[in-house]
Protein backbone atom coordinates (compact mmCIF):
# COMPACT_ATOMS: atom_id res chain seq x y z
CA UNK A 1 0.00 0.00 0.00
CA UNK A 2 1.23 3.47 -0.96
CA UNK A 3 -0.41 4.98 2.67
CA UNK A 4 -1.18 3.93 5.99
CA UNK A 5 -3.48 6.65 8.15
CA UNK A 6 -3.73 6.59 12.00
CA UNK A 7 -5.74 9.07 13.91
CA UNK A 8 -3.48 9.94 17.23
CA UNK A 9 -7.21 9.63 19.36
CA UNK A 10 -6.85 5.53 18.22
CA UNK A 11 -3.36 5.18 19.83
CA UNK A 12 -2.76 4.05 23.31
CA UNK A 13 -0.35 6.96 25.18
CA UNK A 14 3.07 5.22 26.22
CA UNK A 15 3.02 7.75 29.31
CA UNK A 16 1.97 11.18 29.84
CA UNK A 17 0.39 12.19 27.07
CA UNK A 18 3.19 10.45 24.81
CA UNK A 19 1.29 8.66 21.79
CA UNK A 20 4.45 7.06 19.34
CA UNK A 21 2.80 6.41 15.82
CA UNK A 22 5.77 5.48 14.08
CA UNK A 23 4.84 1.46 14.44
CA UNK A 24 1.15 2.22 13.66
CA UNK A 25 1.92 4.34 10.38
CA UNK A 26 4.34 1.43 9.51
CA UNK A 27 7.24 4.10 9.13
CA UNK A 28 10.50 2.03 7.89
CA UNK A 29 13.04 5.38 9.05
CA UNK A 30 10.66 8.02 10.64
CA UNK A 31 9.73 8.38 14.21
CA UNK A 32 6.56 10.32 14.46
CA UNK A 33 4.92 11.04 18.23
CA UNK A 34 2.51 13.35 19.59
CA UNK A 35 2.99 14.42 23.22
CA UNK A 36 0.44 16.11 24.98
CA UNK A 37 1.63 17.76 28.36
CA UNK A 38 -0.59 18.99 31.26
CA UNK A 39 0.65 21.85 32.86
CA UNK A 40 3.85 21.94 34.76
CA UNK A 41 4.60 18.66 33.28
CA UNK A 42 8.39 17.84 32.94
CA UNK A 43 10.16 15.33 30.96
CA UNK A 44 13.05 13.35 31.23
CA UNK A 45 16.40 14.58 29.78
CA UNK A 46 18.09 12.08 27.26
CA UNK A 47 19.25 12.46 24.46
CA UNK A 48 19.68 9.84 20.93
CA UNK A 49 23.37 9.64 20.75
CA UNK A 50 23.17 5.79 20.55
CA UNK A 51 20.23 5.27 17.92
CA UNK A 52 21.69 8.25 15.81
CA UNK A 53 18.73 9.99 15.78
CA UNK A 54 18.66 13.86 15.39
CA UNK A 55 14.47 15.15 16.25
CA UNK A 56 12.59 18.01 15.33
CA UNK A 57 10.01 19.53 18.08
CA UNK A 58 6.98 20.98 16.79
CA UNK A 59 5.09 23.06 19.16
CA UNK A 60 1.37 23.34 17.89
CA UNK A 61 -0.28 24.49 20.72
CA UNK A 62 0.20 26.26 24.67
CA UNK A 63 4.08 27.65 25.30
CA UNK A 64 6.82 25.17 27.08
CA UNK A 65 10.67 25.67 27.20
CA UNK A 66 13.00 22.97 25.97
CA UNK A 67 16.50 22.42 27.73
CA UNK A 68 18.88 21.72 25.09
CA UNK A 69 22.14 20.85 26.68
CA UNK A 70 21.50 23.18 29.91
CA UNK A 71 20.18 25.96 27.27
CA UNK A 72 16.41 27.08 28.23
CA UNK A 73 15.26 27.88 24.47
CA UNK A 74 10.94 28.80 24.78
CA UNK A 75 8.64 27.92 22.45
CA UNK A 76 5.46 29.57 21.02
CA UNK A 77 3.13 28.01 18.92
CA UNK A 78 4.76 27.21 15.42
CA UNK A 79 8.27 27.58 16.72
CA UNK A 80 10.71 24.26 15.77
CA UNK A 81 13.53 23.19 17.00
CA UNK A 82 15.99 20.42 15.85
CA UNK A 83 18.29 19.10 18.36
CA UNK A 84 21.17 16.79 17.33
CA UNK A 85 21.56 13.28 18.14
CA UNK A 86 24.15 13.90 20.98
CA UNK A 87 22.40 17.00 22.54
CA UNK A 88 20.80 15.75 26.09
CA UNK A 89 17.24 17.51 25.92
CA UNK A 90 14.46 17.91 27.87
CA UNK A 91 10.62 19.50 28.04
CA UNK A 92 9.49 21.47 30.57
CA UNK A 93 6.20 22.63 30.26
CA UNK A 94 4.10 25.69 31.53
CA UNK A 95 0.48 26.96 33.03
CA UNK A 96 -1.40 25.51 30.23
CA UNK A 97 -1.80 22.73 28.18
CA UNK A 98 0.86 21.56 25.14
CA UNK A 99 0.63 19.54 22.28
CA UNK A 100 3.99 18.68 20.29
CA UNK A 101 4.93 16.33 17.37
CA UNK A 102 8.11 15.01 17.13
CA UNK A 103 9.98 13.85 14.57
CA UNK A 104 13.27 11.57 14.62
CA UNK A 105 15.20 9.66 12.20
CA UNK A 106 18.83 8.83 11.33
Known amino acids: MSYTKVNADDVDPVSDGLRFLREP ?3 DRLGFSVLECEPGWE ?3 HDHADEDHEE ?7 SA ?3 VDGE ?3 MEPRDALRIAPDTTR ?4 GEAETTFVLAGAP
Open 25 to 27: LEC
Open 43 to 45: GME
Open 56 to 62: VYYLVEG
Open 65 to 67: TVV
Open 72 to 74: EIS
Open 90 to 93: RIRN
